[in-house]
């Protein structure tokens, strides 16, 4: 039995629906051992027939056995088997990828073996040593001659250990002395016990095997034995094969932008200006939000609410008031509310109108009164502190009444307080005592405590029933969750309570410093949908480039899919330096930025957290990879006949 047998092979191309036969019924047997020239002049069907034998066209009629099995079936992942473990071709024009140093062009089919790395590094360094290439392995191609060049060819070819080694046409670009060398190295594969097909014009390179066959037309017209075989020696055993593994096409996209190193840096600067305007617009807003947010926190609580009963909405601010006052809360009301998930503590409070402060011959009339609480900002009292026992904190307008010289001498003064409330009976009833001014403040209504509040309804036998509570959140994260929970509490479908507070306010504030942010964010993420769209132009121009490298990795029998990973590793590791570097220039941004910042506001400006680094590396990496897709895709799907031809 032979070791490859051709069965009745036919070939057509069509043009224009018309066929055109090239094959005609080929039938041929060959073993180990031969050294075949398939001898013709051009347009006969040689190199049509040896890449129907090399697997690289499988659109045929007729059958090719191996050991005896039929092929003519064999799948897509099959067929790149049958090259990978079965297959090693040696090209007229070298097809050496240029991007790679000799040594990593025969480490290129090594890298489907079952080989370590050292081994695989060991055997490349054999072979270019065996073919006189010992001082040129970290060469690139442009670097040496021809005839090495087809020497290279012949190394990466054997790398795999294949049984057949295809040569189409291996001296047609070489000197007579190069193509002597590449004969007598072809002769040795042979004597090896390895089938050699060659593909040639040339009658002196066809006697030069063991067996002629020539092609005329599409069929076989002579089939002559000119020297024995070489004797087989005994079966060795094989190394294993794989496909390519990730990290493998990761090496060479690596290697690719390393040899176009200029063009890439263009592509990786534009791209990072994108990340960089898009982090730094998110370090720089939330650095505005906790600069704002400081600057609140350092006066007041925002973690104070304030809730009152639903009242009557009236656009009458008289009315308003009166209905504040009216609208009081109960015992039951402030249960209710400690009960709340993350309420730390509730207090109740009060307002109060019609009230009088006299200070000798001077005085002052107040339309209304509140209880100081943990809403109020400590930052609006210009002079004293705020309110303790039998204390008032009167607003500016009230203690210009009460004093013609400096506001601060009024702090500690006592004053002559009196108010006006209703009794049990519903008649007025006034309250009054000497109270001390504890401060001035800047609100619009003067404060007293609740306790000195309370005091005085007692001292007229009246009760003070409080009109507002002050709720206090264990935590500023928790704000929203009280207020929501709050705002469940109804009567008759329609809310209980009214919400105000500066924690409230502060939120909104944020929320508008967000969306400011993410708008301003968004528009610079402009620039990476050019980056994208740059990245594809890019990736395109590297496919048409490389289309003949394409077809070099199919028919060392690498599949589809890792070209296609080929050039998705590409676009990742332009998106990850990208990231890398627009993250690193927005850092150095922030830095600046701080610098001039801290000494004038005592605040970092900016602040680019490890998650928006995060954030701007994948969005770079996930960009580039979108970007990759249809090109990736292109590649993949490039025939590897027309690859190889492509000039």
Do not use: C
């Not at 927005?586 to 930025?593: M, R, S, V």
């Amino acid at each position: 039995m032979a070791y490859l047998e051709l069965k009745d092979i036919h070939k057509s191309y069509y043009l224009n629906k018309e066929a055109f036969k090239v094959l005609k019924g080929i039938n041929l047997k060959f073993d180990k051992g031969e050294f075949v020239s398939i001898l013709g002049e051009s347009g006969g069907g040689k190199s049509t027939l040896m890449n129907i034998i090399g697997g690289l066209d499988s659109n045929y009629e007729g059958d090719v056995l191996l050991n005896g099995k039929s092929l003519r079936n064999n799948t897509e992942k099959q067929w790149d088997q049958y090259r990978r473990q079965t297959i090693g071709f040696v090209f007229q024009n070298f097809n050496l990828i240029s991007h790679l140093t000799l040594l990593e062009n025969v480490k290129v089919s090594l890298e489907m073996t079952d080989l370590s790395a050292a081994q695989q590094t060991e055997r490349a360094q054999e072979l270019l040593t065996k073919v006189g290439l010992k001082d040129h392995m970290d060469k690139y191609p442009n670097q040496i001659s021809g005839g090495q060049k087809q020497r290279v060819s012949i190394a990466r070819a054997l790398a795999a250990d294949p049984d057949i080694i295809i040569a189409d046409e291996p001296t047609g670009a070489l000197d007579a002395q190069n193509t002597q060398e590449v004969l007598e190295i072809l002769d040795g594969i042979a004597a090896d016990g390895k089938l050699v097909i060659t593909v040639t014009h040339s009658q002196e390179v066809a006697n030069h095997g063991t067996r002629i066959v020539h092609m005329e037309s599409g069929v076989i017209d002579s089939d002559k034995r000119i020297k024995q075989d070489f004797a087989v020696p005994a079966k060795e055993d094989k190394t294993g094969s794989h496909p390519f593994k990730f990290g493998a096409m990761v090496k060479m996209a690596l290697s690719y932008m390393r040899y176009n190193l200029k063009r890439n840096l263009l592509i990786i600067f534009g791209a990072a200006i994108g990340i960089f305007s898009v982090v730094l617009m998110l370090g720089l807003g939330t650095g505005v939000k906790g600069y704002m947010n400081h600057e609140i926190y350092s006066n007041i609580s925002p973690t104070e609410l304030q809730i009152t009963k639903k009242g009557k909405k009236t656009s009458d601010a008289q009315e308003e008031a009166q209905n504040m006052l009216k609208a009081t809360v109960s015992d039951t009301d402030k249960n209710r509310i400690e009960k709340v998930a993350h309420v730390k503590t509730v207090e109740p409070g009060a307002y109060g109108s019609s009230a009088t402060v006299q200070n000798g011959s001077k005085s002052s009339t107040l339309q209304m009164v509140e209880s100081y609480n943990g809403t109020m900002l400590t930052k609006n009292i210009t002079h004293g502190t705020k309110p303790g026992q039998n204390e008032i904190l009167l607003t500016k307008a009230a203690a210009k009444k009460l004093t013609n010289g400096s506001l601060q001498n009024l702090v500690g003064k006592q004053v002559n307080f009196t108010m006006t409330v209703m009794g049990a009976d519903h008649q007025p009833v006034q309250l009054t005592r000497h109270l001390t001014i504890s401060g001035i403040t800047k609100d619009q209504i003067p404060t007293l405590s609740y306790s000195t509040m309370k005091s005085l309804y007692k001292s007229q036998g009246l009760t003070l029933k409080p009109n507002f509570l002050t709720v206090k959140v264990d935590n500023m994260a928790n704000v929203n969750a009280v207020k929501n929970s709050i705002k469940d509490f109804k009567t008759n479908g329609k809310a209980r309570y009214t919400i105000t507070g500066i924690g409230s306010m502060v939120d909104t504030l944020n929320t508008y410093i967000s969306l400011a942010v993410y708008v301003l964010a968004a528009i610079a993420g402009i620039s990476l949908l050019v980056s994208a769209i740059m990245i594809i132009v890019v990736l395109y121009i590297s496919v048409s480039e490389r289309t003949k490298e394409i077809g070099i990795l199919r028919a060392l029998g690498a599949r589809k899919k890792d070209i296609q990973r080929l050039f998705i590793s590409e676009a990742g590791l332009l998106g990850v330096f990208a990231g890398i570097l627009g993250v690193g220039v927005a850092y150095l941004a922030q830095w600046g930025a701080n610098s001039l910042a801290i000494p004038a506001i005592h605040f970092a400006i900016v602040s680019i957290s490890w998650q928006f680094a995060l954030f701007g590396i994948g969005i770079s990496i996930l960009i580039s990879l979108l970007a990759a897709l249809s090109p990736a895709r292109r590649a993949s799907k490039l025939d590897p006949i027309e690859a190889l031809s492509y000039e």
